[in-house]
């Protein structure tokens, strides 16, 4: 193994395992802490999955040492701690908190903190984060319903978080090639500052960045900062990148859409398919609280659909609905309730003979990854920058698209399904 990740949300994890697919390196997902069950021989890099976001940050920091200790142990050269591309945290936690207690197990001097993913429209310009061309407490992130992005200066925002001090290499820097960036970073160390933004305006700054990571035993970002690392390794050692399929082969079976998230790019994205005439079901929550819709219903309904189309249940609310759901049954409390409802639906519908899932939120992926028991996955062919197609190799045999809320075109659920190829029963 050359690269070892932790990463804060399964839909996170997927997406920086195709980054590092892309890249050239033989790339596997771990759900959750990895156990002395997962072989990693074959791999390339390693990316393991938590669920730690929005968790205690002292729960977040046990769950990301144990498991970088164990990709550490396997022999991971360079450890990568990932995080959403628009820097999701809440002044306790939890970026900070976990990239501190990573770099005092790593020893790592000096890390970085590069969100940046630039064909998603993330990019950061002295120090603040844009989504688009809006900054990032002009955008909808303003608005999440667990960590509200309300500042978009990510120097302010780590430093309420973090002991040590946080420091900025400027675009300008960035622009003069990885010697100035490796310069700014001794530079910056010898300030006294051990956390350090970096400015990233396109792809190219990214491949800039991670050349100047060369050697660093900590790198903290989006998955776009992994842009740049395999060509390090390629250089230093040497790796033969496995071909790449543009289609993916799926188990028989039935296909759904779970959506959890209520991200403006999800809500798009729902509708779009009932646009185009896709079977639809929303899961109420308030009905759901008080008993009046099940997971059992709501499983019943996809089952007694024709099975010609993916049916899509959905549980996605604007801001003002949302913050009236919230406001009643409390922030986290409804979510919870979404992601163990959907969970359970999926679980109805593995056991229904469905295979196919494509799933909209990386709270509500989590969830339903482990309702499902799956513990590792292989990388497919990307759907839309950040998004691919998975296959389960350990635990039951599933085809999963676990799409961040923010992320894929209006068309998304709609155009998936052409990337997979369908096995025969009897395969």
């Known amino acids: ?26 790339t596997i997902q771990v759900i959750g802490v990895p156990t002395g069950e997962v072989a990693f021989s074959d791999a390339d890099a390693v990316v393991v999955a938590l669920k730690s976001r929005t968790i205690p940050a002292a729960e977040a920091v046990e769950m990301s040492c144990a ?13 990568i701690f990932k995080y959403c591309s628009t820097f999701d945290s809440t002044d306790a936690g939890n970026i ?14 000096v890390t970085i903190a590069c969100p940046s993913f630039p064909a998603a429209g993330r990019t950061v310009y002295k120090g603040h984060l844009f989504v688009g061309d809006r900054l990032l407490s002009e955008s909808p992130l303003k608005d999440h319903p667990l960590t509200p992005m309300r500042d978009p200066d990510l120097v302010r925002v780590l430093q309420r978080q973090c002991r040590r001090p946080v420091g900025l290499v400027q675009a ?19 300030a006294g500052r051990r956390i350090l933004i970096v400015d990233t305006l396109s792809d190219a700054d990214l491949r800039t960045i ?79 609280a008080d008993g009046r819709q099940t997971g059992a219903d709501l499983a019943q309904w996809a089952i007694n659909t024709p099975a010609d189309l993916p049916p899509l249940i959905y549980s996605s609310a604007g801001p003002d ?6 406001a009643q049954m409390g922030r986290h409390e409804s979510g919870a309730l979404v992601e ?53 190799i350990s635990g039951p045999d599933l085809a999963l698209a676990l799409k961040s809320g923010n992320f894929g075109a209006p068309d998304f659920f709609l155009k998936a399904w052409d990337l997979l190829e369908l096995e025969t029963a009897d395969a």
């Open 210 to 288: 991670g050349k100047a990571c060369a050697g660093m035993k900590l790198v903290t970002g989006g998955s776009g900062v992994a842009m740049g690392l395999p060509e390090n390794f390629r250089q230093s050692r040497g790796f033969v990148p496995p071909p790449r399929k543009a289609r993916m082969a799926a188990p028989a079976g039935r296909a759904a859409i779970l959506a959890g998230s209520c991200s403006a790019a999800t809500r798009g994205q729902i509708e779009a398919a009932k646009a185009a005439g896709r079977r639809v079901l929303r899961l109420d929550i308030a009905a759901v």
């Open 96 to 109: 900070g908190p976990v990239a501190e207690a990573l770099q005092d197990l790593t020893g790592a001097p």
């Open 340 to 392: 163990r409802t959907l969970a359970d639906v999926a679980r109805r519908l593995a056991d229904a003979g469905f295979s196919r899932f494509l799933i909209a939120g990386g709270e509500t992926s989590g969830a339903i990854v482990e309702a499902l028991g799956v513990k590792v996955l292989l990388i497919g062919p990307e759907i839309d920058p950040g998004v691919p197609w998975t296959r389960s």
């Open 172 to 190: 300008e820097t960035v622009a003069k090639g990885s010697n100035a960036v490796k310069a700014a970073f001794a530079e910056q160390y010898a």
């Open 1 to 26: 193994m050359l690269i070892g990740a932790v990463a804060d949300d399964i839909t996170g994890a997927t997406d920086l395992c195709l980054m590092l697919s892309r890249e050239g390196m033989r």
């Open 67 to 79: 498991s970088a200790r164990v990709l550490l142990a396997a022999g991971a050269e360079q450890l």
């Open 321 to 326: 609905e949302l913050a009236g759901i919230q």
